[in-house]
Every structure is written in structure tokens, then in C-alpha cells.
T-cell receptor, first 111, second 113 residues
Framework: DQQVKQNSPSLSVQEGRISILNCDYTNSMFDYFLWYKKYPAEGPTFLISISSIKDKNEDGRFTVFLNKSAKHLSLHIVPSQPGDSAVYFCAASRNDYKLSFGAGTTVTVRA | EPEVTQTPSHQVTQMGQEVILRCVPISNHLYFYWYRQILGQKVEFLVSFYNNEISEKSEIFDDQFSVERPDGSNFTLKIRSTKLEDSAMYFC???????????FGSGTRLTVV
């Protein structure tokens, strides 16, 4: 399933700076997009989502941007904190039962 | 905060054996899911379950897999005859609304030897 792609396997950012994670998708039928965060030995934890009728959604330090024409979304974390070090997954759905996940980006926040 | 509970956290089984992975979804959720992640690969959808029946399944979910909600609180995934390639992290999830607002469990690491 190559419908959702996260092309950067890793990202290193200094504490206090902005983390920008990118995600591309190929299926134009996707209408709901989510970001999950995962620590080792835990399940994915929901972070933030966006519907295809919007282009931006903000929740505290997390903002998701959606560019439907480019089939691209991004997650901005500002300011980045050490506790943000984790694997971040982009996921998409067609308002059906299942999520299609990207491969994940490992974020490391340096002190 | 309500959570999805999965047991066991780690299961080792011999190839060809049956294994049952257990999950307790959040109590007021109506939709239940199993996903898996093979080491180094993406999280993949296996099956969704609603109103006591499978609502959607992937091509991975072949005849050796089955799901059940035996008692109104547990949700189980059974693999009848395990293969080496079934080794993976299996995540249960539940949601109140179809396809959104998933809560995932911590996963069961299945190792087939």
C-alpha cells in the first residue's frame, strides 16, 4: 500500500525550534487525515487531524496543513520539546473503516 | 482517560500453532479494528468489526485469521496456524464513529519461531 508516503525517515531538531514533518498521498478519495505519535512499546497515539474541507487545523503546539491540489500535508510542532522525540505517522482514510499509514518519521529533539 | 487494553504484551508461539490475541476496547466504542506492523514496515490494516460482524478486511486477512467479540467486552484475533511471517506487532483499536477517533492499544508482539 503506497498510498501514503512519508519520504523522510528521520528528523533531528533542536529544542525550541520548529519541527516540520511532511506527508504525501496519492488517493484523491482520501477525505480525512491524521497524525499519530508513537513511542517504543506503545501503540500509536492520536495527535491531530484535518478534514479535506479545511486547509489548516491547530491544536496547541501542533498545526496540520493540507494542500489538496498537491496531495500534501504537513505537521508543524513549535516549539519542539524533548518529549516530542518519537515516531510520527501520517494516516489517511476515505471515511470508511480503515486507515492507510505512512512509514513514519523518527523525530529526535536535541537539547 | 479510557484506554484500549491488549494482552499479552508479548507472545511467542511455534510455527503451526494457533494463537489468540486479546483486546478490551473502550466501553462505549462501537467499531473495532486490528492492525499489524511487521518490523521495519508500515502499520497495516487487517480488519474492522461492527455490529458483531466484519465490516471490512484487507487481503492480508485470509482464512487463517478470524475475529470475535465473545462476550461484549473482549475483542479477539485468532490466527489458526501461525507462520514465521506472522511475526509482528498487532494493534487493536476502537472508535465511537466509523473510521475516526481511533484509540489504539499498546500492542501484542507476536513472535513465531
Amino acid at each position: 500500500d503506497q498510498q501514503v508516503k512519508q519520504n523522510s525517515p528521520s528528523l533531528s531538531v533542536q529544542e525550541g525550534r520548529i519541527s516540520i514533518l511532511n506527508c504525501d498521498y496519492t488517493n484523491s478519495m482520501f477525505d480525512y487525515f491524521l497524525w499519530y505519535k508513537k513511542y517504543p512499546a506503545e501503540g500509536p497515539t492520536f495527535l491531530i487531524s484535518i478534514s479535506s474541507i479545511k486547509d489548516k487545523n491547530e491544536d496547541g503546539r501542533f498545526t496540520v496543513f493540507l494542500n489538496k491540489s498537491a496531495k500534501h500535508l504537513s505537521l508543524h510542532i513549535v516549539p519542539s520539546q524533548p518529549g516530542d522525540s518519537a515516531v510520527y505517522f501520517c494516516a489517511a482514510s476515505r471515511n470508511d473503516y480503515k486507515l492507510s499509514f505512512g512509514a513514519g518519521t523518527t523525530v529526535t529533539v536535541r537539547a | 482517560e479510557p484506554e484500549v487494553t491488549q494482552t499479552p504484551s508479548h507472545q511467542v508461539t511455534q510455527m503451526g500453532q494457533e494463537v489468540i490475541l486479546r483486546c478490551v476496547p473502550i466501553s462505549n466504542h462501537l467499531y473495532f479494528y486490528w492492525y499489524r506492523q511487521i518490523l521495519g514496515q508500515k502499520v497495516e490494516f487487517l480488519v474492522s468489526f461492527y455490529n458483531n460482524e466484519i465490516s471490512e478486511k484487507s487481503e492480508i486477512f485470509d482464512d487463517q485469521f478470524s475475529v470475535e467479540r465473545p462476550d461484549g467486552s473482549n475483542f479477539t484475533l485468532k490466527i489458526r496456524s501461525t507462520k514465521l511471517e506472522d511475526s509482528a506487532m498487532y494493534f487493536c483499536a476502537s472508535s465511537r464513529i466509523r473510521g475516526v477517533g481511533y484509540t489504539f492499544g499498546s500492542g501484542t508482539r507476536l513472535t513465531v519461531v
